[in-house]
């Protein structure tokens, strides 16, 4: 498999013998959480409390951006672009870097690019085409073109062009393009892939921060970075997010190829649903146990927990559960923990004790997905929000159920598109 792996990219890619080692059982990436020292977006005065509370309000707005259609499913326009982690990525030849924003909830990847008609403000240099000598613009009767469904043909000509928004009505229009793009491994070397398809935006505007210049897609679609690297060698890769407050010291990896997939002791697969428009990655959610005591989540008419009803997202912070069910297992949390109540500090948490530290009496919680028992950490289910205050971090909404990044910290994550599975395994991602 690592062989294979290695030999698919050694027909594309330039510098082969380079690229070889780092592609030998697959390579990893950084995702930079965006309050961590290394995010552009750091602030040196805020306190790390500060950060969680900031951390917490964006996920109150990213779920709250994020209605269902009426099938049920959450369309393009929805999620709310604002996602919890970064990737470092460089586009062109020379390599231009681009900082973007990792979204499992969106596909297409695509940068700012001048000439612009209308642009948000961005630090860092932007990426020009005209610059890259190995940057294409893609025709609008090419299957590239169809790689990313929201596409059209320009008025004049043949270009194609793409427009799409989020669900904080953030944009992006542009060029369908293809250039090489790069991602720069832990272990210091470089990896290229040529032709990758991205857009290039000349009118965009929204919440994506002057200090981001894009956003790279991980969704399903055939568009994302995930599915454009997989290839036919079969789509899949992992992440490993450290815990919130160590994010200052620790690296959060993203992987590619075979050491995506787990081995060993400990692991447990849940069959993944991935939905006709692939922009989200569907699970089941069962039921939750607490302390031992299972809860089951029941659909409209009261029968089993409906196929799909849960998003897995790295770019949510909380986890959200459907209200009614949430209403279930509020009581059992609570009657587990001996200390005072004070007010909730950011609207939208439902239980917040005093506390710093350690949770003095934080239940068990196992989250039960088909097939797959995932035993948490507390800090997996509980968030220090202030100096002296600590949250239950699964909420209810009436809306998409989503299971956020909290509740994935120091677990390998590995999602196989190929064979429609989601496995966990308890990892210490710092190390
Ligand atoms: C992104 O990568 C470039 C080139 O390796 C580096 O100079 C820059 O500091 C990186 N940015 C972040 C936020 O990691
Ligand atoms: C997009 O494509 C059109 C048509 O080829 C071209 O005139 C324009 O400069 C391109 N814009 C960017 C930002 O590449
Ligand atoms: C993704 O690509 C596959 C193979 O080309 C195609 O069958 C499928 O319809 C595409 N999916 C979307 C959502 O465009
Ligand atoms: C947090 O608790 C400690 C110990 O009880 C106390 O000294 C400190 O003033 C509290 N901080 C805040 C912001 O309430």
């Not at 050694?10 to 930079?32: K, R, T």
């Not at 998003?311 to 959200?320: A, E, K, M, Q, R």
Request: hydrophobic share 35%; glycine share 10%; charged share 15%.
């Amino acid at each position: 498999m690592a062989t294979r792996f290695v030999s698919s990219f050694c027909f594309v890619i330039l510098l082969c013998s380079a690229a070889a080692e780092a592609l030998e059982g697959g390579f990893s990436v950084e995702l930079i959480h965006r309050d961590s020292h290394k995010s552009p977006f750091y602030d040196p005065s805020e306190t790390p409390f500060q950060r969680a509370g900031k951390a917490a309000r964006r996920s109150i707005a990213r779920v709250r951006g994020l209605r269902t259609n009426d099938e049920g499913e959450p369309s393009a326009d929805i999620s709310r672009i604002d996602a919890d982690y970064l990737i470092n990525i460089t586009i062109g030849t020379p390599p231009m870097s681009i900082v973007a924003i990792a979204d499992t909830g969106s596909d297409l990847i695509w940068t700012q690019c001048p000439p612009c008609q209308n642009c948000f403000p961005q630090v860092a240099p932007w990426f020009n085409p005209r610059a890259s000598s190995t940057y294409a613009q893609v025709d609008c009767n090419s299957d590239k073109c169809h790689v990313f469904d929201l596409t059209f043909c320009s008025r004049q000509g043949s270009t194609c062009q793409y427009s799409t928004s989020y669900g904080d009505r953030s944009y992006t229009v542009g060029n369908i393009s293809t250039d090489i793009i790069g991602l720069s491994t832990l272990t210091g070397s470089a990896v290229t892939f040529p032709g990758m398809v991205f857009g290039c935006g000349f009118n965009n505007d929204g919440l994506y921060g002057i200090h981001t210049s894009g956003v790279v897609g991980l969704s399903p679609g055939n568009a994302s970075l995930v599915s454009q690297i997989g290839g036919n060698e079969g789509t899949h890769f992992a992440y490993c997010l450290v815990p919130f407050f160590s994010t200052s010291k620790y690296t959060s990896k993203l992987t590619f190829g075979s050491d995506a997939l787990l081995t060993g002791p400990g692991i447990v697969t849940t069959p993944m649903i991935i939905k006709s428009k692939r922009l989200y990655y569907h699970i089941t959610l069962e039921g939750i146990s607490i302390n031992g005591k299972r809860f089951e989540v029941s659909g409209s008419s009261g029968q089993g927990a409906v196929t799909g009803n849960m998003i897995i997202d790295s770019g949510t912070t909380l986890t959200w559960l459907p209200s009614d069910f949430y209403r279930q297992i509020e009581p059992a949390v609570s009657a587990a923990i001996d200390l005072p109540r004070p007010k909730d500090p950011i609207e939208g948490y439902n239980l917040c004790y005093t506390s710093s530290g350690v949770l003095k009496g934080a239940p068990s919680i196992t989250v039960h997905f088909t097939g797959a028992d995932v035993v948490l950490n507390w800090y997996n289910a509980f968030f220090q929000v202030e100096e002296n205050i600590t949250c239950f971090s699964f909420v209810p909404t009436d809306d998409q159920p989503m299971y956020g990044n909290l509740a994935q910290m120091d677990f390998m994550i590995s999602y196989d598109l190929t064979l429609g599975t989601l496995s966990f395994k308890p990892y210490d991602c710092a190390n």
